[in-house]
T-cell receptor, first 113, second 113 residues
Framework: NAGVTQTPKFQVLKTGQSMTLQCAQDMNHNSMYWYRQDPGMGLRLIYYSASEGTTDKGEVPNGYNVSRLNKREFSLRLESAAPSQTSVYFC????????????FGDGTRLSIL | TQLLEQSPQFLSIQEGENLTVYCNSSSVFSSLQWYRQEPGEGPVLLVTVVTGGEVKKLKRLTFQFGDARKDSSLHITAAQPGDTGLYLCAGKASGGSNYKLTFGKGTLLTVNP
C-alpha cells in the first residue's frame, strides 16, 4: 500500500540548474498538492491541483511550475534553481475538499548550492 | 491570508507529564485538522474537527475546537516518548477555497524518558 510516492528523496543542485520532482499516488485521489517546509515556517503551499486537468497557485508559486500529468501524477519543476529554494518538498493528495485528510509523501530534501 | 498561530513553538517534557498545545486565529475556520510529523516523514492526520465546541478523543489525546471556530487545542495526558514529534494544525478558512488548507508553523514536542 504505497500511498504517496515522491522521487527523488534527496537531491543537490547547483544554482541555475533545473529539475523535476515527481509525485504519484495510488489512492484514486482527485486533488494533489505541493508544499515546501522550511525551519520555523511550517508548510507553505506552492501549487495545487483540485482535479485532473486543473492547477492553481498557492502561497509561494514563484520559481516553480507544475504539471498534473494524469490523475495519479503531479510533478513540480524548478526551471532555474536558486539557493532560496533549498527546502524539503512534500507532495500530498486528498479525495477532494479541504475537510478530507491529506496524505503526504515522505518528502524530497533539496539543497541548492 | 488567514493565519494559524501555534503555541508553544517548542515543548520539552518528561514522560508521564500532561501538556496542551494551542492553535489560534483571528479568522473563522470551517474545519481544523491536527497532524503529527516525525523526523524524515510527512505529516500524518490525527483528527478533523468541524463543529464549534466539538471535543474528540484519540486514546490519550483530546482535541477541542473553540465555540467560535477560531481556535483549537490538543491535550496529551501522560505523555510518552512515542508522542515526540512536530504537531501541526491546519484549517480551511470560512469562505476560502474548498481545496486549500492553511497550516500553522507547528509545535515541536520532545518527551524525555
Amino acid at each position: 500500500n504505497a500511498g504517496v510516492t515522491q522521487t527523488p528523496k534527496f537531491q543537490v543542485l547547483k544554482t541555475g540548474q533545473s529539475m523535476t520532482l515527481q509525485c504519484a499516488q495510488d489512492m484514486n485521489h482527485n486533488s494533489m498538492y505541493w508544499y515546501r517546509q522550511d525551519p520555523g515556517m511550517g508548510l507553505r503551499l506552492i501549487y495545487y491541483s483540485a482535479s485532473e486537468g486543473t492547477t492553481d497557485k498557492g502561497e509561494v508559486p514563484n520559481g516553480y511550475n507544475v504539471s498534473r500529468l494524469n490523475k495519479r501524477e503531479f510533478s513540480l519543476r524548478l526551471e532555474s534553481a536558486a539557493p532560496s529554494q533549498t527546502s524539503v518538498y512534500f507532495c500530498a493528495s486528498t479525495l477532494g475538499g479541504s475537510n478530507q485528510p491529506q496524505h503526504f509523501g515522505d518528502g524530497t530534501r533539496l539543497s541548492i548550492l | 491570508t488567514q493565519l494559524l498561530e501555534q503555541s508553544p513553538q517548542f515543548l520539552s517534557i518528561q514522560e508521564g507529564e500532561n501538556l496542551t498545545v494551542y492553535c489560534n486565529s483571528s479568522s473563522v475556520f470551517s474545519s481544523l485538522q491536527w497532524y503529527r510529523q516525525e523526523p524524515g516523514e510527512g505529516p500524518v492526520l490525527l483528527v478533523t474537527v468541524v463543529t464549534g465546541g466539538e471535543v474528540k478523543k484519540l486514546k490519550r489525546l483530546t482535541f477541542q475546537f473553540g465555540d467560535a471556530r477560531k481556535d483549537s487545542s490538543l491535550h496529551i495526558t501522560a505523555a510518552q516518548p512515542g508522542d515526540t514529534g512536530l504537531y501541526l494544525c491546519a484549517g480551511k478558512a470560512s469562505g476560502g477555497s474548498n481545496y486549500k488548507l492553511t497550516f500553522g508553523k507547528g509545535t515541536l514536542l520532545t518527551v524525555n524518558p
